[in-house]
Protein backbone atom coordinates (compact mmCIF):
# COMPACT_ATOMS: atom_id res chain seq x y z
CA UNK A 1 0.00 0.00 0.00
CA UNK A 2 2.71 2.21 0.82
CA UNK A 3 4.09 1.68 -2.88
CA UNK A 4 0.82 2.61 -4.33
CA UNK A 5 0.57 5.97 -1.94
CA UNK A 6 4.16 6.88 -2.77
CA UNK A 7 3.38 6.26 -6.99
CA UNK A 8 -0.02 8.43 -6.56
CA UNK A 9 2.08 10.82 -4.80
CA UNK A 10 4.41 11.27 -7.70
CA UNK A 11 1.61 11.23 -10.19
CA UNK A 12 0.08 13.86 -8.18
CA UNK A 13 3.37 16.02 -8.10
CA UNK A 14 3.62 15.82 -11.91
CA UNK A 15 0.03 16.75 -12.50
CA UNK A 16 0.74 19.64 -10.47
CA UNK A 17 3.41 20.60 -12.11
CA UNK A 18 2.16 20.65 -15.27
CA UNK A 19 -0.68 22.65 -14.62
CA UNK A 20 1.47 25.33 -12.56
CA UNK A 21 3.45 25.96 -15.44
CA UNK A 22 0.58 26.26 -17.80
CA UNK A 23 -1.26 28.57 -14.95
CA UNK A 24 -2.63 28.81 -11.70
CA UNK A 25 -3.16 24.95 -10.34
CA UNK A 26 -6.94 23.61 -9.92
CA UNK A 27 -8.34 23.97 -6.30
CA UNK A 28 -8.60 21.13 -4.19
CA UNK A 29 -12.18 20.15 -2.88
CA UNK A 30 -12.87 19.62 0.70
CA UNK A 31 -12.33 16.03 2.25
CA UNK A 32 -15.04 13.48 1.54
CA UNK A 33 -15.65 10.89 3.30
CA UNK A 34 -16.70 6.81 2.08
CA UNK A 35 -16.09 3.46 2.89
CA UNK A 36 -12.47 3.11 2.81
CA UNK A 37 -11.05 6.82 4.06
CA UNK A 38 -11.24 10.34 3.20
CA UNK A 39 -10.60 11.55 -0.52
CA UNK A 40 -10.05 15.25 -1.86
CA UNK A 41 -10.86 16.22 -5.78
CA UNK A 42 -10.36 18.73 -7.46
CA UNK A 43 -12.50 21.89 -8.82
CA UNK A 44 -12.42 22.07 -12.62
CA UNK A 45 -12.98 25.88 -14.27
CA UNK A 46 -16.48 25.10 -14.73
CA UNK A 47 -17.02 25.00 -11.32
CA UNK A 48 -17.78 21.11 -11.70
CA UNK A 49 -16.02 18.67 -8.34
CA UNK A 50 -13.66 16.14 -10.35
CA UNK A 51 -12.66 13.10 -8.26
CA UNK A 52 -10.19 10.92 -10.23
CA UNK A 53 -8.71 7.08 -9.58
CA UNK A 54 -10.86 5.96 -6.26
CA UNK A 55 -10.31 2.79 -5.75
CA UNK A 56 -13.43 0.52 -5.75
CA UNK A 57 -11.43 -2.98 -5.40
CA UNK A 58 -8.04 -4.10 -4.38
CA UNK A 59 -5.49 -4.49 -6.89
CA UNK A 60 -5.59 -7.70 -9.39
CA UNK A 61 -2.13 -8.20 -9.10
CA UNK A 62 -0.12 -11.51 -7.51
CA UNK A 63 -2.58 -13.71 -6.75
CA UNK A 64 -5.03 -11.64 -7.56
CA UNK A 65 -4.79 -11.80 -11.42
CA UNK A 66 -7.84 -14.03 -12.77
CA UNK A 67 -10.04 -13.75 -9.06
CA UNK A 68 -12.84 -11.81 -7.73
CA UNK A 69 -12.21 -8.45 -7.05
CA UNK A 70 -11.59 -8.13 -3.51
CA UNK A 71 -11.77 -5.24 -0.70
CA UNK A 72 -10.23 -2.02 -0.71
CA UNK A 73 -7.95 -2.10 1.96
CA UNK A 74 -8.68 1.43 3.78
CA UNK A 75 -6.49 4.29 3.64
CA UNK A 76 -5.38 6.67 7.03
CA UNK A 77 -4.39 9.63 5.41
CA UNK A 78 -6.61 11.69 2.57
CA UNK A 79 -6.38 9.95 -0.78
CA UNK A 80 -5.48 12.73 -3.92
CA UNK A 81 -7.92 12.07 -5.97
CA UNK A 82 -6.98 15.18 -8.22
CA UNK A 83 -4.79 13.33 -10.75
CA UNK A 84 -5.46 10.27 -13.09
CA UNK A 85 -4.84 6.68 -12.41
CA UNK A 86 -3.52 4.62 -14.92
CA UNK A 87 -5.83 2.97 -17.26
CA UNK A 88 -6.40 -0.48 -17.43
CA UNK A 89 -3.52 -3.02 -19.13
CA UNK A 90 -4.09 -3.67 -22.65
CA UNK A 91 -2.85 -5.14 -25.77
CA UNK A 92 -0.30 -2.37 -27.13
CA UNK A 93 0.25 -0.37 -24.01
CA UNK A 94 3.44 -1.19 -22.69
CA UNK A 95 5.23 -0.20 -25.83
CA UNK A 96 2.92 2.85 -26.61
CA UNK A 97 5.52 5.29 -27.86
CA UNK A 98 5.42 8.23 -25.98
CA UNK A 99 3.06 6.52 -23.34
CA UNK A 100 3.71 7.63 -19.87
CA UNK A 101 5.32 5.12 -17.73
CA UNK A 102 2.46 4.92 -15.64
CA UNK A 103 -0.21 5.04 -18.47
CA UNK A 104 -1.17 1.36 -18.09
CA UNK A 105 -1.12 -0.96 -15.45
CA UNK A 106 -3.26 -3.98 -13.64
CA UNK A 107 -3.39 -1.62 -11.02
CA UNK A 108 -6.42 -0.08 -12.10
CA UNK A 109 -9.89 -0.76 -10.53
CA UNK A 110 -10.70 2.82 -10.20
CA UNK A 111 -13.67 4.79 -10.73
CA UNK A 112 -13.49 8.52 -12.02
CA UNK A 113 -16.47 10.69 -10.26
CA UNK A 114 -17.59 14.31 -11.42
CA UNK A 115 -20.16 16.31 -9.58
CA UNK A 116 -22.10 19.59 -10.48
CA UNK A 117 -20.84 22.37 -8.54
CA UNK A 118 -23.43 22.39 -5.74
CA UNK A 119 -23.75 18.93 -5.42
CA UNK A 120 -24.15 17.94 -1.51
CA UNK A 121 -23.90 14.56 0.36
CA UNK A 122 -27.45 13.70 0.43
CA UNK A 123 -28.89 15.60 -2.40
CA UNK A 124 -29.71 12.70 -4.51
CA UNK A 125 -29.31 14.10 -7.55
CA UNK A 126 -29.24 11.11 -10.53
CA UNK A 127 -26.52 9.11 -10.69
CA UNK A 128 -25.17 8.00 -14.83
CA UNK A 129 -22.16 5.37 -14.98
CA UNK A 130 -20.34 5.18 -17.75
CA UNK A 131 -19.12 1.88 -19.40
CA UNK A 132 -16.63 2.45 -22.12
CA UNK A 133 -16.23 0.58 -25.37
CA UNK A 134 -12.71 -0.72 -27.00
CA UNK A 135 -14.14 -4.71 -27.89
CA UNK A 136 -13.32 -5.60 -24.28
CA UNK A 137 -9.36 -5.13 -25.06
CA UNK A 138 -9.10 -1.54 -24.69
CA UNK A 139 -9.75 2.10 -23.86
CA UNK A 140 -10.13 3.75 -20.16
CA UNK A 141 -13.15 6.60 -18.65
CA UNK A 142 -9.88 8.83 -18.36
CA UNK A 143 -10.37 9.67 -22.20
CA UNK A 144 -11.46 13.44 -22.84
CA UNK A 145 -14.38 12.00 -25.01
CA UNK A 146 -15.18 10.52 -21.84
CA UNK A 147 -15.48 13.13 -19.34
CA UNK A 148 -18.27 13.81 -17.17
CA UNK A 149 -17.96 17.43 -16.71
CA UNK A 150 -20.58 18.05 -19.10
CA UNK A 151 -23.35 16.03 -17.51
CA UNK A 152 -22.18 17.35 -14.37
CA UNK A 153 -22.82 20.61 -15.89
CA UNK A 154 -26.21 19.42 -15.97
CA UNK A 155 -27.02 17.98 -12.40
CA UNK A 156 -25.92 14.64 -13.14
CA UNK A 157 -23.61 13.10 -11.00
CA UNK A 158 -21.54 11.05 -13.37
CA UNK A 159 -18.93 8.04 -12.70
CA UNK A 160 -16.39 6.08 -15.32
CA UNK A 161 -15.55 3.18 -14.27
CA UNK A 162 -12.34 0.48 -15.53
CA UNK A 163 -12.51 -3.15 -15.32
CA UNK A 164 -10.03 -5.41 -16.63
CA UNK A 165 -9.74 -6.03 -20.49
CA UNK A 166 -8.47 -8.67 -22.46
CA UNK A 167 -7.26 -12.42 -21.39
CA UNK A 168 -6.49 -10.84 -17.65
CA UNK A 169 -10.64 -9.80 -18.15
CA UNK A 170 -11.78 -12.73 -19.38
CA UNK A 171 -9.65 -15.88 -19.58
CA UNK A 172 -11.33 -19.11 -18.40
CA UNK A 173 -8.69 -22.35 -17.03
CA UNK A 174 -9.82 -25.89 -15.26
CA UNK A 175 -7.35 -24.32 -12.60
CA UNK A 176 -9.38 -21.08 -12.26
CA UNK A 177 -12.66 -22.90 -12.17
CA UNK A 178 -11.79 -25.52 -9.40
CA UNK A 179 -10.03 -22.40 -7.24
CA UNK A 180 -13.36 -20.21 -7.60
CA UNK A 181 -15.23 -22.72 -5.25
CA UNK A 182 -17.64 -21.42 -7.08
CA UNK A 183 -17.12 -24.22 -10.59
CA UNK A 184 -16.30 -21.26 -12.55
CA UNK A 185 -13.98 -18.86 -14.65
CA UNK A 186 -13.55 -16.12 -17.07
CA UNK A 187 -15.92 -13.62 -16.07
CA UNK A 188 -13.64 -10.98 -13.95
CA UNK A 189 -14.49 -8.30 -15.85
CA UNK A 190 -17.87 -8.53 -15.45
CA UNK A 191 -17.56 -9.11 -12.00
CA UNK A 192 -15.49 -6.06 -12.01
CA UNK A 193 -18.47 -4.07 -13.17
CA UNK A 194 -20.63 -5.60 -10.52
CA UNK A 195 -18.44 -4.61 -8.29
CA UNK A 196 -17.90 -0.92 -9.06
CA UNK A 197 -22.03 -0.49 -9.03
CA UNK A 198 -21.91 -1.74 -5.15
CA UNK A 199 -19.24 0.98 -4.86
CA UNK A 200 -21.57 4.03 -5.82
CA UNK A 201 -24.31 2.18 -4.06
CA UNK A 202 -22.18 2.42 -1.20
CA UNK A 203 -20.27 5.32 -1.48
CA UNK A 204 -22.52 7.79 -4.17
CA UNK A 205 -24.26 9.63 -1.32
CA UNK A 206 -21.38 10.83 0.14
CA UNK A 207 -21.53 13.07 -3.73
CA UNK A 208 -24.81 14.15 -3.95
CA UNK A 209 -25.81 11.03 -5.89
CA UNK A 210 -28.86 9.16 -5.53
CA UNK A 211 -28.28 5.13 -5.02
CA UNK A 212 -31.57 4.45 -5.85
CA UNK A 213 -31.68 6.24 -9.12
CA UNK A 214 -28.71 4.94 -10.72
CA UNK A 215 -28.56 4.70 -15.14
CA UNK A 216 -25.35 2.68 -15.91
CA UNK A 217 -24.37 3.79 -19.93
CA UNK A 218 -22.12 2.68 -22.29
CA UNK A 219 -21.36 2.47 -25.97
CA UNK A 220 -20.16 -0.40 -28.20
CA UNK A 221 -18.49 -3.40 -25.76
CA UNK A 222 -20.00 -0.99 -23.33
CA UNK A 223 -23.18 -0.93 -24.68
CA UNK A 224 -22.43 -4.87 -24.18
CA UNK A 225 -22.05 -5.06 -21.40
CA UNK A 226 -24.96 -3.15 -20.02
CA UNK A 227 -26.88 -5.18 -22.17
CA UNK A 228 -25.20 -8.54 -20.21
CA UNK A 229 -25.61 -6.53 -16.84
CA UNK A 230 -29.47 -6.42 -17.66
CA UNK A 231 -29.23 -10.03 -17.96
CA UNK A 232 -26.91 -11.09 -14.64
CA UNK A 233 -29.04 -12.05 -11.75
CA UNK A 234 -26.25 -10.71 -9.61
CA UNK A 235 -26.38 -7.01 -10.61
CA UNK A 236 -29.93 -6.43 -10.21
CA UNK A 237 -31.18 -4.20 -8.27
CA UNK A 238 -27.89 -2.07 -8.76
CA UNK A 239 -29.12 0.03 -11.21
CA UNK A 240 -32.54 1.58 -11.92
CA UNK A 241 -32.24 2.20 -15.91
CA UNK A 242 -30.02 1.27 -18.90
CA UNK A 243 -28.79 3.57 -21.98
CA UNK A 244 -27.14 1.44 -24.53
CA UNK A 245 -25.40 2.29 -27.92
CA UNK A 246 -24.12 0.26 -30.54
CA UNK A 247 -24.25 -3.16 -28.78
CA UNK A 248 -25.67 -6.10 -27.72
CA UNK A 249 -25.15 -9.70 -27.35
CA UNK A 250 -27.47 -10.59 -30.11
CA UNK A 251 -28.14 -12.93 -33.01
CA UNK A 252 -27.25 -12.32 -36.08
CA UNK A 253 -24.14 -9.95 -34.86
CA UNK A 254 -21.85 -10.71 -31.68
CA UNK A 255 -23.87 -12.62 -29.75
CA UNK A 256 -21.04 -15.65 -29.72
CA UNK A 257 -20.43 -16.51 -25.76
CA UNK A 258 -18.10 -18.99 -25.10
CA UNK A 259 -19.08 -22.10 -22.94
CA UNK A 260 -17.11 -22.45 -20.02
CA UNK A 261 -15.86 -26.01 -21.53
CA UNK A 262 -15.07 -23.88 -24.55
CA UNK A 263 -13.45 -20.94 -22.55
CA UNK A 264 -11.33 -23.00 -20.78
CA UNK A 265 -9.89 -24.58 -23.77
CA UNK A 266 -8.64 -21.13 -25.04
CA UNK A 267 -7.04 -20.60 -21.65
CA UNK A 268 -5.13 -23.81 -22.13
CA UNK A 269 -4.11 -22.98 -25.62
CA UNK A 270 -2.88 -19.76 -24.09
CA UNK A 271 -0.70 -21.21 -21.09
CA UNK A 272 0.55 -23.54 -24.21
CA UNK A 273 1.40 -20.46 -25.52
CA UNK A 274 2.89 -18.91 -22.78
CA UNK A 275 5.11 -21.87 -22.60
CA UNK A 276 4.17 -22.26 -18.90
CA UNK A 277 2.35 -25.23 -17.49
CA UNK A 278 0.62 -23.80 -14.44
CA UNK A 279 -2.08 -21.02 -12.93
CA UNK A 280 0.71 -20.16 -10.71
CA UNK A 281 3.10 -19.86 -13.57
CA UNK A 282 0.64 -17.39 -15.43
CA UNK A 283 0.49 -15.44 -12.82
CA UNK A 284 3.98 -14.38 -12.72
CA UNK A 285 4.63 -13.35 -15.93
CA UNK A 286 4.15 -9.57 -17.18
CA UNK A 287 0.98 -8.57 -18.42
CA UNK A 288 2.25 -7.55 -21.35
CA UNK A 289 3.59 -10.98 -22.37
CA UNK A 290 0.20 -12.20 -22.00
CA UNK A 291 -1.44 -9.96 -24.00
CA UNK A 292 0.47 -9.88 -26.32
CA UNK A 293 0.34 -14.00 -26.42
CA UNK A 294 -3.63 -13.65 -27.31
CA UNK A 295 -2.94 -11.31 -30.73
CA UNK A 296 -3.92 -14.61 -33.02
CA UNK A 297 -6.54 -16.27 -30.56
CA UNK A 298 -9.75 -16.64 -30.75
CA UNK A 299 -12.01 -14.34 -28.91
CA UNK A 300 -13.44 -16.66 -26.22
CA UNK A 301 -10.15 -15.88 -23.72
CA UNK A 302 -11.00 -12.09 -24.29
CA UNK A 303 -14.71 -12.60 -23.66
CA UNK A 304 -17.48 -13.33 -21.31
CA UNK A 305 -18.23 -17.19 -21.20
CA UNK A 306 -21.59 -18.69 -19.61
CA UNK A 307 -19.75 -19.49 -16.50
CA UNK A 308 -22.86 -21.21 -14.41
CA UNK A 309 -22.19 -18.37 -12.08
CA UNK A 310 -22.16 -14.62 -13.65
CA UNK A 311 -23.80 -15.59 -16.09
CA UNK A 312 -26.12 -18.64 -15.63
CA UNK A 313 -27.10 -18.81 -19.61
CA UNK A 314 -27.24 -17.19 -23.50
CA UNK A 315 -28.44 -13.39 -22.70
CA UNK A 316 -31.02 -14.26 -25.51
CA UNK A 317 -32.40 -17.08 -23.66
CA UNK A 318 -32.77 -15.01 -20.22
CA UNK A 319 -34.35 -12.20 -22.22
CA UNK A 320 -36.72 -14.86 -23.85
CA UNK A 321 -37.88 -16.14 -20.14
CA UNK A 322 -38.25 -12.74 -19.08
CA UNK A 323 -35.73 -13.40 -16.33
CA UNK A 324 -33.64 -10.12 -17.36
CA UNK A 325 -33.61 -7.24 -14.58
CA UNK A 326 -36.78 -5.18 -15.29
CA UNK A 327 -36.06 -1.49 -15.85
CA UNK A 328 -36.99 0.72 -18.72
CA UNK A 329 -34.15 0.97 -21.05
CA UNK A 330 -32.94 3.53 -23.78
CA UNK A 331 -30.98 1.88 -26.39
CA UNK A 332 -29.72 3.15 -30.18
CA UNK A 333 -27.14 2.91 -32.98
CA UNK A 334 -25.70 5.14 -35.78
CA UNK A 335 -27.26 5.13 -39.05
CA UNK A 336 -23.69 3.16 -40.37
CA UNK A 337 -22.58 1.30 -37.52
CA UNK A 338 -19.32 -0.90 -37.14
CA UNK A 339 -20.37 -4.52 -38.13
CA UNK A 340 -23.28 -3.15 -40.32
CA UNK A 341 -23.20 -4.54 -43.64
CA UNK A 342 -19.70 -3.23 -44.72
CA UNK A 343 -20.34 -4.00 -48.16
CA UNK A 344 -23.27 -1.79 -48.37
CA UNK A 345 -21.62 1.47 -46.78
CA UNK A 346 -20.30 2.65 -50.42
CA UNK A 347 -23.06 1.56 -53.60
CA UNK A 348 -24.07 4.79 -55.29
CA UNK A 349 -25.83 2.74 -58.21
CA UNK A 350 -28.63 0.77 -58.69
CA UNK A 351 -26.73 -1.90 -60.34
CA UNK A 352 -24.05 -1.58 -57.36
CA UNK A 353 -27.05 -2.82 -54.78
CA UNK A 354 -28.37 -5.51 -57.42
CA UNK A 355 -24.90 -6.85 -57.55
CA UNK A 356 -23.96 -7.22 -53.97
CA UNK A 357 -28.04 -8.22 -53.16
CA UNK A 358 -27.10 -11.12 -55.49
CA UNK A 359 -23.64 -11.87 -54.10
CA UNK A 360 -24.92 -11.70 -50.61
CA UNK A 361 -28.55 -13.60 -50.57
CA UNK A 362 -28.08 -15.77 -53.49
CA UNK A 363 -31.67 -17.14 -54.09
CA UNK A 364 -33.24 -14.91 -51.61
CA UNK A 365 -32.33 -12.36 -53.67
CA UNK A 366 -35.94 -11.92 -55.11
CA UNK A 367 -36.87 -11.37 -52.00
CA UNK A 368 -34.83 -8.99 -51.16
CA UNK A 369 -35.65 -7.06 -53.78
CA UNK A 370 -39.82 -7.12 -53.22
CA UNK A 371 -38.65 -6.05 -49.54
CA UNK A 372 -35.96 -3.00 -50.71
CA UNK A 373 -37.49 -2.35 -54.01
CA UNK A 374 -35.18 0.03 -55.74
CA UNK A 375 -35.64 1.11 -59.81
CA UNK A 376 -32.90 4.42 -59.84
CA UNK A 377 -29.60 5.18 -58.10
CA UNK A 378 -31.06 7.51 -55.61
CA UNK A 379 -33.61 4.58 -54.27
CA UNK A 380 -30.65 2.52 -54.70
CA UNK A 381 -28.62 4.50 -52.12
CA UNK A 382 -31.50 4.62 -49.99
CA UNK A 383 -32.74 1.00 -49.71
CA UNK A 384 -28.45 0.60 -49.04
CA UNK A 385 -28.66 2.74 -46.51
CA UNK A 386 -31.82 1.31 -44.85
CA UNK A 387 -29.71 -2.15 -44.87
CA UNK A 388 -26.67 -0.43 -43.41
CA UNK A 389 -28.59 1.19 -40.55
CA UNK A 390 -31.05 -2.24 -40.10
CA UNK A 391 -28.49 -4.83 -39.93
CA UNK A 392 -25.46 -5.72 -37.14
CA UNK A 393 -25.57 -3.28 -34.09
CA UNK A 394 -28.74 -1.47 -35.48
CA UNK A 395 -30.82 -4.73 -35.34
CA UNK A 396 -29.05 -6.09 -32.23
CA UNK A 397 -30.10 -2.93 -30.05
CA UNK A 398 -33.25 -3.11 -31.99
CA UNK A 399 -34.04 -6.80 -30.62
CA UNK A 400 -32.88 -5.51 -27.34
CA UNK A 401 -35.90 -3.08 -27.09
CA UNK A 402 -38.32 -6.07 -28.37
CA UNK A 403 -36.66 -8.54 -26.16
CA UNK A 404 -37.78 -6.08 -23.06
CA UNK A 405 -40.83 -4.92 -24.44
CA UNK A 406 -41.98 -8.36 -24.48
CA UNK A 407 -40.90 -10.02 -21.78
CA UNK A 408 -40.61 -7.23 -19.36
CA UNK A 409 -43.00 -4.70 -17.58
CA UNK A 410 -40.62 -1.85 -17.61
CA UNK A 411 -40.59 0.52 -20.83
CA UNK A 412 -38.09 0.54 -23.91
CA UNK A 413 -37.12 3.52 -26.00
CA UNK A 414 -35.12 3.18 -29.17
CA UNK A 415 -32.85 5.85 -31.27
CA UNK A 416 -30.81 6.10 -33.89
CA UNK A 417 -28.08 8.58 -34.69
CA UNK A 418 -27.78 9.44 -38.51
CA UNK A 419 -25.66 12.37 -38.30
CA UNK A 420 -22.82 12.95 -40.41
CA UNK A 421 -19.62 14.14 -38.56
CA UNK A 422 -18.61 17.36 -40.07
CA UNK A 423 -14.93 16.20 -40.74
CA UNK A 424 -12.47 18.35 -42.56
CA UNK A 425 -13.22 18.91 -46.22
CA UNK A 426 -9.97 16.71 -47.28
CA UNK A 427 -11.14 13.85 -45.22
CA UNK A 428 -13.03 12.52 -47.95
CA UNK A 429 -12.98 8.76 -46.81
CA UNK A 430 -14.39 9.97 -43.37
CA UNK A 431 -16.97 11.71 -44.89
CA UNK A 432 -18.29 8.31 -46.96
CA UNK A 433 -18.49 6.25 -44.33
CA UNK A 434 -21.70 9.02 -42.72
CA UNK A 435 -22.73 8.43 -39.00
CA UNK A 436 -20.01 5.61 -38.29
CA UNK A 437 -19.69 3.47 -35.22
CA UNK A 438 -18.82 5.60 -32.10
CA UNK A 439 -19.87 8.94 -33.72
CA UNK A 440 -22.32 9.64 -31.70
CA UNK A 441 -20.71 9.48 -28.32
CA UNK A 442 -19.52 13.20 -28.84
CA UNK A 443 -23.41 14.22 -28.70
CA UNK A 444 -24.35 11.94 -26.01
CA UNK A 445 -21.87 12.55 -23.23
CA UNK A 446 -21.45 16.67 -24.51
CA UNK A 447 -17.53 16.60 -25.40
CA UNK A 448 -17.43 17.90 -28.98
CA UNK A 449 -14.83 20.06 -27.43
CA UNK A 450 -12.29 17.10 -27.01
CA UNK A 451 -12.15 16.77 -31.06
CA UNK A 452 -10.43 19.74 -32.01
CA UNK A 453 -10.17 18.35 -35.50
CA UNK A 454 -13.67 18.31 -36.19
CA UNK A 455 -15.77 21.37 -37.38
CA UNK A 456 -18.81 21.65 -35.03
CA UNK A 457 -21.48 23.51 -36.50
CA UNK A 458 -24.53 25.36 -34.64
CA UNK A 459 -26.81 22.64 -35.29
CA UNK A 460 -24.20 19.96 -33.97
CA UNK A 461 -24.03 21.70 -30.58
CA UNK A 462 -27.80 21.92 -30.04
CA UNK A 463 -28.53 18.44 -31.10
CA UNK A 464 -25.57 17.46 -28.72
CA UNK A 465 -27.67 19.55 -26.08
CA UNK A 466 -31.04 17.96 -27.27
CA UNK A 467 -29.83 14.19 -26.61
CA UNK A 468 -27.66 14.93 -23.78
CA UNK A 469 -31.01 16.31 -22.28
CA UNK A 470 -33.32 13.21 -23.60
CA UNK A 471 -30.48 10.80 -21.77
CA UNK A 472 -30.74 13.32 -19.04
CA UNK A 473 -34.47 13.00 -18.77
CA UNK A 474 -34.51 9.45 -18.92
CA UNK A 475 -32.01 9.14 -16.07
CA UNK A 476 -34.68 11.24 -13.89
CA UNK A 477 -37.73 9.87 -15.00
CA UNK A 478 -37.39 6.60 -16.80
CA UNK A 479 -39.02 8.48 -19.52
CA UNK A 480 -36.39 10.36 -22.38
CA UNK A 481 -39.26 12.94 -24.10
CA UNK A 482 -38.56 16.34 -23.34
CA UNK A 483 -40.00 19.34 -24.31
CA UNK A 484 -38.18 19.62 -27.68
CA UNK A 485 -37.35 15.36 -28.30
CA UNK A 486 -40.95 13.62 -28.07
CA UNK A 487 -40.03 10.05 -28.16
CA UNK A 488 -42.57 7.13 -28.52
CA UNK A 489 -42.49 4.04 -25.57
CA UNK A 490 -41.03 1.30 -28.25
CA UNK A 491 -44.03 -1.37 -29.18
CA UNK A 492 -43.22 -4.20 -30.75
CA UNK A 493 -46.56 -4.29 -32.86
CA UNK A 494 -45.85 -0.84 -33.88
CA UNK A 495 -42.04 -0.14 -34.44
CA UNK A 496 -41.09 3.22 -33.93
CA UNK A 497 -37.89 4.67 -33.10
CA UNK A 498 -36.87 8.51 -32.56
CA UNK A 499 -33.67 9.60 -35.51
CA UNK A 500 -31.03 12.46 -34.36
CA UNK A 501 -29.76 13.39 -37.93
CA UNK A 502 -29.86 16.61 -39.81
CA UNK A 503 -32.87 17.37 -37.94
CA UNK A 504 -35.00 14.95 -35.21
CA UNK A 505 -37.89 13.16 -36.21
CA UNK A 506 -39.92 9.77 -35.55
CA UNK A 507 -39.32 6.77 -38.19
CA UNK A 508 -41.27 3.87 -38.74
CA UNK A 509 -39.65 0.89 -39.07
CA UNK A 510 -40.15 -1.54 -41.19
CA UNK A 511 -40.76 -4.82 -39.34
CA UNK A 512 -40.06 -7.08 -42.30
CA UNK A 513 -37.32 -6.00 -43.77
CA UNK A 514 -35.32 -6.30 -40.49
CA UNK A 515 -36.73 -9.45 -40.02
CA UNK A 516 -35.30 -10.39 -43.60
CA UNK A 517 -31.99 -9.28 -42.23
CA UNK A 518 -31.84 -11.14 -38.98
CA UNK A 519 -32.76 -14.38 -41.22
CA UNK A 520 -30.45 -13.62 -44.07
CA UNK A 521 -27.09 -11.47 -42.41
CA UNK A 522 -24.23 -10.42 -44.67
CA UNK A 523 -20.56 -10.83 -43.81
CA UNK A 524 -20.30 -7.55 -42.61
CA UNK A 525 -23.11 -8.26 -40.29
CA UNK A 526 -20.87 -10.03 -38.00
CA UNK A 527 -19.31 -8.28 -35.59
Known sequence: MQIRRSIQALLAAVFLSTVVAQGQPPAATDPLTIDSGKIAGIVLSSGVRAYYGIPYAAPPVGDLRWHAPMPVKPWTDTLNAGVQRPACAQRGGGNNPGANAQQYSEDCLFVNVWTPPDARAGARLPVMVWIHGGGFSGGSPNQAGYSGEAMAKKGIVYVGITYRLGALGFMALPELTKESGR?????????????????????????????????????????????????????????????????????????????????????????????????????????????????????????????????????????????????????????????????????????????????????????????????????????????????????????WARAQATTGKQPAYLAQFARVTPWPADATGLLSVGAAHASDIPYWLGNQSARTNIQWTPWDRELSEKMM???????????????????????????????????????????????????????????
Open 183 to 399: NASGNWAMMDQVEALKWVQRNIAAFGGDPANVTIIGESAGSESVHLLQAIPMACGLYARISGWSGAILPPGNQYVPTLSQAEAEGLKLEKALHVTSLAQMRKLPWDAVLAATANMASYVRRPDIDGYVLPELPIDIYKAGKQCDVPIYVSSTAKDKGGSDEFYYVKTLYELRTLAKNAFADQAEEFFKLFPAASDAEAQKQAQVVVGGNGFGIANRD
Open 469 to 527: DTLIAFARTGNPSTADVKIPRYDPKNEQRVVYGDKIWIEKLNTAQLEFLRAHPTSGSQQ
